[in-house]
């Protein structure tokens, strides 16, 4: 079972196990507030993708398609996060992005289902 949540959220006992997965620290979160069991941040989109997407709508499809692809050259971390969903059962992706439906949390999940 994988879940998808913003890490401002507060952590609950069914998140399961907690990994982040944006390539910078959330703004504003103490390591020890954020109650993470791994940060994977090799798995989040490259730094120029993520600078152009910038959480704009527009570019929701584009960004979908190029992160996708940056997935899909970089299977080993996708098999890592798999490993980590059968080991644990339950695992919760956190993402720091104000926009819930256009953020790598979404592809990443369903990259993840796909594989």
Do not use: C
């Not at 997407?53 to 398609?65: G, I, L, R, S, T």
């Not at 980590?84 to 979404?106: D, G, R, S, V």
């Amino acid at each position: 079972m994988i879940y998808i949540k913003r890490i401002y959220e507060p952590p609950e006992k069914k998140d399961g196990y907690r990994i982040l997965i944006d390539r910078l620290w959330p703004r504003g979160i103490a390591k020890q507030e954020a109650k993470i069991d791994v940060w994977v941040k090799e798995i989040a989109p490259s730094t120029e993708l993520r600078k152009w997407f910038n959480h704009d709508a527009v570019k929701w499809k584009e960004f979908k398609e190029k992160y996708q692809k940056e997935l899909k050259n970089n299977l080993e971390l996708v098999h890592q996060i798999k490993a980590l969903e059968k080991e644990n059962k339950t695992i919760t992706l956190l993402f720091a992005a104000k926009e819930t439906e256009y953020n790598n949390a979404q592809v990443l999940i369903d990259v993840l289902k796909e594989n």
